[in-house]
């Protein structure tokens, strides 16, 4: 190969990575990232739609009360995409997450866009009221 030719190449090469950044920056920007920590006393103000919790008839029966624990992780469109029990009365966790999944969230926008998030959300089980989400 000639030196001119070797020229040529080089400046193509040059070129055609130059188109490639913005590619690869955009696909960088669009990765997944950690979902954002939100307190649960701010996430319970962006609630949309909020189902309650069925008693369940063991636990009534029983006098079982008491608070179900569930870490969260919100959807950017709001909905609620993983939810794990931390703590609670087993009678009633499968309750708090039947009725929790149900939930939609006004979702949380930084930087113009909607993000992710991860909370706690407590699930409050009383016999004289029933339950409280």
């Given amino acids: 190969m000639s030196k001119r030719q070797n020229e040529r190449f080089i400046a193509v090469i040059s070129i ?3 188109f ?3 590619a690869i920056q955009a696909r960088q920007s669009e990765s997944p990232t950690k979902p954002v920590a939100v307190e649960a006393k701010v996430m ?3 609630i949309r739609h ?3 919790p069925v008693y369940p008839k063991e636990a009534r029966i029983s006098g079982t009360e008491g608070t179900v624990k569930l870490h969260a ?3 950017t469109d709001g909905s609620v995409r993983q939810l794990q029990v931390e703590s609670g ?3 009633l966790a499968q309750s708090a997450t039947d009725a929790v999944r149900q939930w939609t969230y006004e979702p949380l926008v930084m ?3 909607p993000v992710e998030v991860e909370t706690t959300i407590y699930v409050i089980f009383r016999l004289n009221n029933q339950s409280k989400p």
Avoid: C, D, M, R
């Fill in 73 to 75: 992780v919100i959807a």
């Fill in 20 to 22: 490639l950044i913005p």
């Fill in 89 to 91: 009365e087993p009678h």
């Fill in 111 to 113: 930087n113009g866009k």
């Fill in 44 to 46: 319970g103000q962006k």
């Fill in 16 to 18: 055609s990575a130059s």
């Fill in 50 to 52: 909020k189902v309650a």
